[in-house]
């Protein structure tokens, strides 16, 4: 008995000091890979190139939803087209959204707070895609792919091309950063993670992208279908264009001949006006000749709740029928302000996907969808009339960039003392008109080619688009009372409203999160 | 490890000065003490005589020996009992002296179980509450944290309407935010000495109800409640929120019992939402829709809740047979529930069945015990949106349509503005879980031979767990075809298993240098979670043939899996110091570390003191007769959170899915994202200061206790925005804030009346407890932070939400616009008050709304929203009365909460006439009648109502016979017999968050039942 008894205590004695050494508290994550071991599968490269572009295109890592990218925000509303859109558009004579979520009604009316939770979800969408494109490019060092010692030469040519269409990518985010907020910081894959960003001003950051840019042309890969929805050297070259056009505003100094120059290398590039102007827009659009550069929606592969899905469902609604567009239900949402709807002529095909059954011209309340003309540009059928493959969410891809827009940027910039010949920007203008009215019943006279005009135009030509905000503030009519339209300033007939809404405002929580930054003046 | 061998070497040597004694001619003097009345043994008791001392074994014997010889006084001393004292006259033989004590006050020593040991109640330093068995709360309970709701001071249970439904429970108000990533504001449950679901922060695994249902309620012995640091501080990094503690019975040193319980019971809804009727309807739609709208009225009178509502019946059985044979003590149990929901769809089933073995070895040198209960649930689910359907669906449609592809009416057309026929949903939907659950532990005590007092325990515990969950929505549904899912079918089958290792020791013995008893612990524990969570999700189904049965070719499918593991190593010790019952010390220090912590945070340090000081033991308080014990208690402490995600130290590369891929030319390129990580993080650290005052009177009818907290909670983890660029993207999860909770908690009991000498008679027991807590957000961190994160998302819009975190507010606060009122006392639509927001340098006294610098700036927006009130009860009050009469019984709880606010979501979602102008118009709630808004003010303060209530939990009226000698009780029971409340939606009640939406309705619940012994 007793021997048991001192076994026993003996053995409890072990084992309490074997177990007590065992202080061992590394778990690593097991069903996610981590950045020490996500890399040793080759193909993260291309997975993490692609991921920094669907930061366009989707809002998380699980479609249509879930796993968001940037919180604070409902998921569907934080996707960088729809917020980029919205910002772009509902402020302006072109679109107005009937519904009340928190936030939303003052983006109509040229309202907003420092606070507004959409302005703020697409500021931190822009640093989102800095952040991605930054991270891609530390890992991506000659030193670390050499310290890998598993990416080959074919590879390391792949990545060359990747790192270039990152920085593409960061300039774009960084180019709606300062149009949309002027001063903001610039961050790049030199910076630290988790430091605090210093500063940085509205025309160091224009330079910086133009730099970057003119950098990376050389390296981007080749234009054509195998590099659809990638970025290519005209793509570089379009939004070198806007940028140039708009320096004025970002920095005081004009650049209308790089402008001209830009668009021309676009023009002269392999891309043709698509015969039928509606099919830009329909959901076999990565077909048209027309688009440089899209951001690829696709019903079964690239989903989400913003993006072309939320333009296609939300400007569906009233006496319309779903399945024509392609869809499973409308949400009842965009309409026309009455000055879009009437810059419109009577034969201009554009016009053709209107609807005005039910729908009054005027926009007598904001949240009734009958008040406003509806414009389905955005549809989720084929050209042949075929529905896409999803009925929520579609095929329907959105040109950011088409050979329209540089027509267009080439007129401007001529006119404004860019160089070019006044005959050639004429042409551009006729040959959209000629295809906006099916013949040369709009061809415009010499005398009519005026920048007016040519702001008019772009009303029609790239309408929804995303670009109006862009050129009401680069022609000086934004905000102020030289032109005033329904809603602007938040009464219906419209009224003159502060400069300070040429900006939207630094976030209100990113003001205190990161105590260098100023806020915009006015706010 | 080093420190490890510290505290061993420190308790052995302390044992081993015991030998040291004179050589002269002595005598041994042993006995056996036990209690008067009930002629049980006592263990505990501290025996003297001669300068000697010792502390009787659990059998109530002890032995001191070395006494010298002649006149003495043999002095056995608890506390709870009158001190005896007995002369003796110590020869050289071995005396045999045996002691009877007679109670002194009661419950003073009752056995309290406590972390890693018990205690006399008396003894005790820290705020521990102990609810047994006999003072549970009666009738239908599924889930066991409702034993206690009402019961304790300072704890709320938030129950859920749904039978079985999830529970939370706040110990002293929360102490962490809840939000994303961040951590849990639960406390640690610990079953038979094993912590169960540490694992992800979680109670444990289900398929979607109450994961601690799987114990059955009537296994249970008791529930105590560590609401103090001091207390808990000895589970380290896991007690910040509370430890609550069950132990499960076991067999009883007598003949085999068979016991039986059964119940059978019958509910019925008592509130719904207040929507319009039929003719309201009509006339709501023919004055505001259009043309359209109205040509789809129905003639119909549909009550859609009617429909989908139902008398629930339930039934439970309990079997258990208890013995004992020398050395072994058994208890085996069997339970069967079943229980309906009073909205149709809802069971819940259990079986469950408990095995519990006391067995004594080697002269009962060491104690073994094992535990194991296993049990499986089957939970049937309302489909989601039946409940929110039947409030939209228009009462002016009928139910059945025999035209259409399912048999049920819906809407014209097919648009995602028309609500979902909710019966439809209710019979061609399913939702159902399965719950597999098993928990079980080892415990052996050893009472080491060669020193006196010194035990040592080991614990091997297992929580294994595995939990299905299938959900089928045919695609011929309305509202599958109307989103475009055209049929979902999702599954999953999660499984956890954690093991926990503990050993310590302990030392229980008087001093022989200075006065007084010392209770020595010391311990390790380890314990490590694996948990795996795949689930698979088709949409676009092509067939509805199979139903829930089979996988069919669907449109899209998405698998998942995710594997959780989790670690903690923890090193324990604690000291409790006894001078005479009178002066109580405890000290203890736990050392934890957890894989949760980054590298530079792995291991933290929670030490804790209290004291007591039983002042009606001194000499100077002996002329208050009245009073048997007083007891002034002082606690201090700091403890840890821990109950936050996984890994969120490692830079993680998300893996996207194959929706979410880029299009490169014609192919589709699978992503991976970089995500936010800290490895900064470390645990939310709580100290808690505590002073209170025990007490009771010497009549011994009346007990009382008081209780002041105060607690601040620093480095409070929660998902906030960071900066641009100072991560990967605008949310992280970090230690970021600072909160507080002071309250104060009284209990009182009392025997009101005591009925006759020698039983039989009237008798009056009643129970009181008051709970008062304040919390309050201190602090968000400035650098990187934000002054406030919305929370609180509701049903209205989307991503709108309605509640705060703000520094100077209580979490969760309400944030709304100041609603404006017109002369009639209606609210105006849109009309809200300006605050002061813009800052001047001079006071802009003529300005109206002007609060010193601060004028409005003229514009109504997001700016002028404010914190309004917050969901937590400010005082928490519960009553419980028995009374008996000779056989018979009766006993009721009542509830009141005051200052608990309840944001009204079905009425700001649905009480706007703009409903009715959707594609198909939604039904309105009755609130529009007084408003007539004609669009949603979810923002407006109009629908944050003070949800103060009185209630009456339960009542029961039971009545015990003897039938061949065997005691028999039949009772009845009323539970929620009547609410009394002036808020106007479905239940005051609303979770914890008080967001009342489409809430499973509150039932009124008649249960009649019996219990046999045999």
Redesign the interface.
């Known amino acids: ?1 007793n021997r ?2 001192t076994t ?2 003996g053995a ?1 004695a072990l ?3 074997a ?5 061992d ?12 071991t ?1 890399f040793k599968d080759p193909g ?1 490269y ?3 190139i ?2 920094v ?2 930061g366009l ?2 809002s ?5 939803a879930g ?1 968001p ?6 998921e ?2 934080s996707q960088y087209l729809r917020l980029y859109w919205e910002a772009e558009e509902l402020p302006t004579d072109e679109a107005v959204i009937g ?5 939303l009604p ?1 983006l109509n009316t040229q ?7 959409f302005v703020g979800a697409m ?2 969408r ?3 895609q ?3 494109a930054n ?1 891609f490019l530390r890992q991506t060092t000659d030193d670390k792919l050499d310290a890998r010692g598993n990416v080959n030469t074919a590879l390391r040519a792949q990545i060359k091309q990747y790192r270039a269409e990152a920085r593409f990518l960061r300039a774009l985010s960084y180019w709606h950063g300062i149009d949309l907020f002027g001063d ?2 610039l ?1 790049t894959e030199a ?1 630290v ?5 210093q500063p940085s001003t509205r025309a160091a950051i224009y330079d910086f992208i133009v730099s970057e840019l003119n950098a990376i042309k050389p390296d981007l890969p080749p234009p054509g ?6 970025a290519t050297a005209p793509a570089a070259d379009m939004l070198l264009a806007h940028l140039y056009l708009n320096a004025s505003v970002y920095t005081g100094t004009t650049h209308y001949a790089e402008a001209l120059a830009a668009a021309q290398a676009v023009i002269a590039g392999p891309y043709s006006l698509n015969p039928v102007y509606k099919n830009n827009f329909l959901a076999d659009n ?1 077909t048209s000749p027309e688009i440089i550069f899209a951001i ?1 929606q ?1 019903g ?4 989400t709740w913003g993006g072309v899905t939320f333009l296609v469902h939300a400007s569906c609604g009233g ?1 319309m029928n ?1 399945t024509t567009y392609g ?6 949402g965009l309409r026309l302000k009455p000055e879009a709807y009437n810059r419109y002529a009577a034969g201009d095909l554009r016009t053709s996907t209107f609807f005005t059954t039910n729908q009054s011209i005027a926009v007598t309340s904001i ?2 969808f ?1 008040a406003g003309i509806a414009e389905p540009k955005y549809q989720n059928v084929t050209s042949t009339g075929a529905p896409g493959s ?4 579609v095929d329907t891809d959105f040109p950011l960039f088409r050979l329209a827009d540089a027509y267009l940027i080439y007129a401007e910039a001529q006119l404004r003392g860019g160089g070019g010949t006044r005959a050639q920007a004429l042409n551009y203008m006729n040959a959209l008109r000629v295809r906006a009215y099916g013949d040369s019943s709009g061809v415009i006279p010499d005398s009519a080619l005026t920048l007016q005009f040519i702001l008019d135009e772009r009303g029609r030509e790239l309408l929804w688009e995303a670009h109006r905000r862009t050129d009401l503030v680069r022609y000086g009519l934004y905000t102020g009372n030289a032109y005033v339209w329904a809603w602007k300033g938040g009464v219906q007939a419209g009224t003159g409203t502060d400069a300070k809404y040429n900006l939207y405002p630094i976030p ?3 003001l ?4 260098n930054l100023r806020q915009n003046p006015g706010y | 490890m080093r420190r490890f061998h510290y505290v061993m070497g420190a308790l052995l040597a302390l044992s081993w000065t015991a030998p040291l004694v004179a050589q002269q001619p002595t005598g041994t003097i042993r006995g056996r003490i036990t209690d008067n009345a009930t002629q049980q043994s006592i263990a505990g008791v501290t025996v003297t005589v001669a300068g000697r001392i010792a502390l009787t074994q659990p059998d109530g014997r002890y032995v001191i020996s070395a006494v010298p010889l002649g006149a003495a006084t043999v002095t056995a001393r608890i506390v709870g009992y009158a001190p005896a004292l007995q002369p003796v006259n110590v020869t050289g033989d071995t005396m045999v002296v045996d002691v009877a004590l007679t109670a002194q006050a009661i419950n003073l020593a009752e056995i309290v179980v406590t972390g890693y040991g018990e205690q006399r109640a008396g003894n005790i330093t820290g705020a521990v509450t102990q609810v047994n068995a006999d003072k549970f709360n009666p009738g239908r309970v599924i889930s066991p944290e409702m034993l206690i709701q009402s019961k304790v001071p300072g704890v709320q249970v938030v129950d859920n309407n749904e039978p079985g439904g999830g529970i939370a429970i706040r110990v002293r108000g929360p102490t962490s935010v809840d939000i994303g990533k961040g951590a849990k504001s639960d406390p640690l449950y610990v079953v038979d000495g094993v912590p169960v679901g540490i694992a992800d922060g979680q109670v444990g695994l289900s398929a979607g109800r109450n994961p601690l249902n799987f114990l059955n309620p009537n296994d249970i012995e008791s529930i105590t409640v560590l609401r103090d640091a001091s207390a808990s501080a000895i589970y380290g990094v896991n007690a910040a929120n509370g430890v609550v503690l069950i132990q499960t019975k076991r067999g009883g040193r007598q003949a085999p019992q068979f016991e039986y319980t059964g119940s059978t019971s019958a509910s019925r809804v008592t509130r719904l939402p207040s929507m319009l009727n039929a003719d309201q309807f009509r006339t709501a739609v023919m004055t505001y829709g259009t043309a359209s709208q109205i040509s789809q009225l129905g003639s119909a009178n549909t009550n859609w809740f009617n429909l989908i509502d139902q008398t629930a019946f339930g039934q439970d059985n309990n079997f258990a047979v208890s013995g004992s044979g020398e050395n072994t003590d058994w208890r085996l149990s069997a339970g069967y529930l079943k229980q309906d929901g009073i909205i149709r769809g809802t069971t819940t089933q259990r079986l469950s069945l408990g095995i519990n073995l006391d067995h004594r070895l080697f002269d009962d040198r060491l104690d073994v015990r094992a535990s194991v209960r296993g049990s499986r649930a089957d939970d049937e689910f309302t489909p989601g949106g039946v409940l929110s359907n039947a409030a939209q669906m228009g009462p002016t449609q009928p139910a059945f349509d025999s035209t259409s592809l399912t048999g049920y009416y819906d809407w014209p057309g097919n648009t995602l503005q028309s609500p979902d026929n909710p019966l439809a949903l209710l019979n061609l939907a399913t939702d159902k879980g399965r719950t597999y659950r098993s928990i079980g532990n080892l415990r052996a005590t050893y009472r080491i031979p060669f020193v006196q007092g010194l035990k040592a325990n080991l614990n091997l515990g297992y929580d294994v767990a595995e939990a299905t969950r299938q959900s089928f929505y045919p695609s011929v549904l309305h509202g599958q075809t109307k989103t475009g899912q055209d049929g979902s079918d999702y599954r999953s089958d999660f499984s956890q298993s954690n093991q926990t290792l503990e050993m310590f020791l302990n030392y229980l013995a008087p001093l022989r240098s200075i006065p007084g008893n010392i209770d020595l612990t010391a311990g390790y524990s380890f314990s490590q979670s694996h948990a795996e969570y795949p689930s698979y999700l088709a949409l676009g189904l092509t067939t509805d043939i199979l139903g829930p049965n089979g996988i069919t070719t669907a449109r899209t499918v998405q698998n998942f899996q995710s594997i959780q593991e989790n670690r903690i190593i923890s090193f324990f010790g604690r000291a409790n110091y006894n001078y005479q019952d009178r002066y109580l010390v405890s000290a203890s220090v736990r050392r934890d570390g957890s894989s949760r912590f980054g590298p530079v945070a792995e291991w933290g340090t929670f030490p804790a003191i209290s004291a007591g000081w039983r002042l009606s033991q001194e000499s100077f308080m002996q002329g208050f007769k009245s009073l048997s014990d007083l007891k002034l208690r002082l606690a201090y402490g700091k403890t840890g959170n821990q109950s936050f995600a996984n890994y969120v130290q490692y830079p993680q590369y998300e893996l996207g899915d194959a929706q979410t891929q880029a299009q490169f030319g014609n192919q589709f390129i699978t992503t991976v994202r970089p995500g936010a990580y800290n490895p900064y993080i470390h645990w939310e650290e709580t100290k808690a200061f505590d002073a209170g005052l025990d007490w009771a009177s010497s009549d011994q009818r009346i007990t009382g206790t008081i209780d002041y907290y105060s607690k601040s909670t620093d480095g409070l983890i929660f998902t906030v925005p960071v900066c641009a660029g100072c991560g990967l993207t605008n949310f992280n999860t970090q230690n970021i804030g600072k909160m507080r909770n002071r309250g104060i908690e009284l209990g009182l009991s009392a025997r009101l009346l005591q009925g006759r000498e020698g039983g039989g008679g009237l008798t009056w027991n009643a129970d009181f407890t008051a709970s008062d807590n304040k919390n309050t957000m201190l602090q968000i961190y400035a650098s990187p932070g934000v002054t406030r994160v919305l929370t609180g998302g509701i049903a209205g819009g989307v991503g709108t939400n309605i509640e705060v975190l703000q520094p100077g507010v209580p979490v969760n606060s309400f944030y709304v616009f100041e609603q404006r009122y017109d002369s009639a006392g209606k609210p105006i639509q849109g009309g809200y008050v300006d605050q002061p927001t813009v800052r001047d340098t001079v006071a802009c006294p003529a300005a109206p709304g002007c609060v010193g610098l601060y004028r409005p700036d003229g514009v109504i927006n997001q700016d002028d929203l404010r914190p309004f009130h917050d969901p937590s009860p400010k005082w928490i009050f519960g009553h419980t009365s028995l009374f008996t009469y000779n056989k018979l019984e009766l006993n009721f709880t009542l509830r009141a909460y005051i200052g608990n606010w309840v944001y009204n979501n079905v009425a700001s979602n649905l009480g706007t006439y703009s409903e009715v102008t959707r594609a198909s118009p939604y039904n309105l709630h009755s609130s529009v009648l007084q408003t007539g808004f004609t669009s949603p003010q979810y923002q407006s303060d109009y629908y944050v109502e003070d949800a103060s209530f009185l209630r009456m939990d339960n009542v029961t009226v039971a009545y015990t016979f003897n039938y061949r000698r065997q005691p028999i009780r039949v009772f009845g029971t009323v539970q929620n017999a009547f609410t009394i409340t002036g808020y106007s939606g479905v239940d005051p009640t609303a979770g914890i968050n008080g967001i009342d939406n489409n809430m499973y309705p509150r039932s009124r619940t008649f249960t009649g039942g019996l219990s046999v012994r045999f």
Request: glycine share 8%; charged share 15%; aromatic share 10%.
């Open positions: 008995m048991i008894r026993l205590t409890a084992l309490a000091l177990l007590a050494a065992c202080t508290l590394t778990l690593e994550p097991k069903s996610t890979p981590t950045d020490a996500a993260a291309q997975a993490l692609a991921r572009y669907t295109a989707v998380g890592q699980q479609g249509a796993k990218d940037i919180s604070g925000i409902d569907g509303f519904w009340g979520d928190v936030g003052e309202t907003w707070a420092v606070t507004n939770s500021y931190y822009v640093f989102f800095v952040m991605m991270e903001i910081p961050i910076d993670v988790g430091n605090v960003p279908t195998a590099t659809y929805g990638r990565n690829p696709d079964l592969h690239t989903q006496d779903n869809i499973d239900g409308c949400w009842w949240g009734d009958h999803h009925p929520t969410h209100a929580n990113e205190i999160a990161n105590p």
